[in-house]
Each structure stands twice: as C-alpha cells, then as structure tokens.
C-alpha cells in the first residue's frame, strides 16, 4: 500500500473531466493540496471545452482513463453512476491499480459495487458532494470502503474541505445525505426565487428582489453555522404583532415545514430505487 502523505502535494487523477471535477482541482491546487502538473483527467473525445479547462489549469488532460490512474496516487471517479462499473473494469489491469486509493463522487453507486470492479487491495471513498463545492462552499459526506484505512478517510475529507465542508457518516445514511445536501441546493434556489418574486410583488424591482433575496439567504445560513439554533434565532427576527409574525404564520398555515420535509424524503425514497438499479 502506498503511504500517503496528509502534508504534502499529492498526485491526484480525475476519471472523467466534468464541471465537478474540475471544480475539485481548482479547489486542491487553490488550497496547496495538488499541483497542477501533477494533476490528470480523463475527457471525453467529444468534450473539448473540459479538455481545455484542465489544460487552462496547467493540469494534463487525457482521453484514455488507464494513464490517468498511471499517473495518479489518489483517484476521483467522476464519471457519470451507469459507466461508474465499466470504466473501473477498463483500468483495473492498469499498473499500479492495487495500490491506489479511489475516492468515487458518482450518485448512488455503492462501496461494493466499486470495490467488486477493482483489484481486491484498491481502497475505496464513496463521496457525496454538491454543485455549491463549484465556489468552494460545497457540502460533502464520505463513507469508507471496507480496505480504507483512518489516514484514507482523513485524507479525503481534507480534500474536500478544501471546496467547502465535509462528514463521515456511515453508508446506509448517504442517501439521506444525497436528499439533504445533495438535491438541496435545488429547494434553496426555489425558495431564493419565492423571495424574490414575492419582492417584485410588493413593488421592488426584479434585480434588487433578487439580490436582496440572495445575499438575505447567506447571512442566514452564517447565523446558522455560527452556532445560532434556527428556531432562536426566527423568534429573534419576530416581534410580538409584527410583520414577521404574520408572515411565519402564513407559511405554517400552507405547509412550509411539511413541504421541505417531504421534498428531503420524497428525494431520498428515490434514491433508493436509484441505488437498487445502479448496484444490481
């Protein structure tokens, strides 16, 4: 087993070369973890635009996937879930396979899934990142293979630290995480647009609605992540008979909670019947 080091540049490869992947090596090289001639990716013939930015970066970019595992010391399976199994079989003969960690980001395809298209001494990191990990405000959770090792997990989550925050949590709970963190920013940009719209309604124009919706969702979740208690801090932005008070009441009468808390479950329901298909 190759021992990695948590201090040093590693050489790291990206099986497929999409906006993601990208994004994670933009961030690893900002945050001194790779540089950029050490780093490697796999494009697709036909995707000359990923194949450029790679190469804008300073990094290699490949059309073939079993050099890049050559090359590398850590490997990211960015590929898209229903090539995840034939692309591991292309390079699992590759030199050096065995000893190499494979941090996979594809949806829903298991550990075991990807450890049984592998050599049996490859490790394995199932990574569940989001799109906001593209202005390095990501939120990631990993899960560790049955061969990856404390030093692996650690590893990784400084990886993805780099491009925003990251958890260990154990694999029956990624996709809650993939409901939550990953299909969230989806429920938040609708709820950004709500505000907005509401906004344009009351008479402010579209493009200061919008920022003003925008910048007022940030500064919130900051409170948030500052340590503040969401429920603290609403009563704390609602006075006895004021307009937010009226306001919450409207939402509680047509069902805000129960929307998003059904929106997280009916995602992750799906999600199971997603990982059923990948992983037959």
Do not use: W
């Not at 697709?44 to 290699?60: C, I, Q, R, W, Y």
């Not at 079993?66 to 699992?92: H, Q």
């Amino acid at each position: 087993m190759i021992k990695l080091s948590l201090t040093e540049a590693m050489k790291i490869g990206f099986l497929g070369g999409g906006r993601l992947a990208f994004a994670l090596a933009n961030g690893f090289i900002s945050a001194g973890l790779a540089k950029p001639e050490e780093i490697t990716a796999s494009c697709h013939p036909a995707d000359k635009v990923s194949a450029e930015a790679f190469k804008n970066l300073g990094a290699t970019s490949l059309f073939e996937n079993a050099p890049v595992v050559e090359r590398s010391e850590v490997v990211i399976v960015s590929v898209k879930p229903d090539v995840v199994g034939p692309v591991l079989r292309e390079v699992a003969a590759a030199p050096g396979t065995r000893n190499k960690l494979f941090i996979s980001v594809a949806m829903g395809v298991s550990i075991a899934t990807i450890e049984k298209n592998l050599p049996k001494e490859a490790r394995v990191i199932r990574v569940m990142p989001n799109t906001p990990a593209l202005v390095q405000q990501g939120a990631a959770a990993l899960s560790r293979g049955s061969r990856a090792t404390a030093d692996d997990a650690e590893l990784t989550a400084r990886l993805f630290r780099a491009v925003g925050t990251c958890d260990e949590v154990p694999e029956y709970q990624m996709d809650a995480v993939t409901a939550l963190s990953g299909s969230g920013p989806a429920y938040i940009y609708m709820l950004i647009e709500s505000l907005a719209d509401g906004g344009v309604r009351c008479g402010l124009p579209r493009d200061l609605a919008l920022r003003l919706a925008a910048q007022t969702t940030l500064g919130s979740a900051e409170m948030v992540k500052t340590g503040g208690h969401p429920a603290q801090l609403k009563d704390n932005v609602t006075s006895p008979a004021g307009s937010t008070a009226d306001g919450t009441y409207h939402l509680e009468q047509n069902g805000f909670r129960s929307a998003i808390i059904g929106a997280v479950k009916a995602a992750a329901d799906r999600c199971k019947v997603v990982n059923q298909q990948l992983n037959m």
